[in-house]
Nanobody
Framework: QVQLVESGGGLVQAGGSLRLSCAAS????????MGWFRQAPGKEREFVAA????????NYADSVKGRFTISRNNAKNMVTLQMNSLKPEDTAVYSC????????????????WGQGTQVTVSS
């Protein structure tokens, strides 16, 4: 089992920045690829970003490329999502996930999920 807890969400104006963190505990964190997903009200869960087990490779949704950065610190069992130039359409509940598939953007490929943290971007 891997337990994931997100933090860092909140309310920010358009153009602002937020940094989300995901703390992991349980089984060996470094053995898992990590991903961030988001879900807005009335919409399906959407892939945001993924990072390989050693942090050497990343994958981003086109909608966040150049604005968001995913990173991880295996010594601290932590993965972060730095979000810059935020837009109102980025408003959603953001969740981190752990899985064995390499940089996948499919929610079904992730085994463990956090509860999520709300991000609200005002115009």
């Amino acid at each position: 089992q891997v337990q994931l807890v997100e933090s860092g969400g909140g309310l920010v104006q358009a153009g602002g920045s937020l940094r989300l963190s995901c703390a992991a505990s349980g089984r060996t964190f470094s053995g898992y690829a990590m991903g961030w997903f988001r879900q807005a009200p009335g919409k399906e869960r959407e892939f945001v970003a993924a990072i390989s087990w050693n942090g050497g490779n990343t994958n981003y949704a086109d909608s966040v490329k150049g604005r968001f950065t995913i990173s991880r610190n295996n010594a601290k069992n932590m993965v972060t999502l730095q979000m810059n130039s935020l837009k109102p359409e980025d408003t959603a509940v953001y969740s981190c996930a752990a899985g064995r598939r390499y940089l996948t953007d499919s929610p079904g490929d992730y085994e463990y999920w956090g509860q999520g943290t709300q991000v609200t971007v005002s115009s």
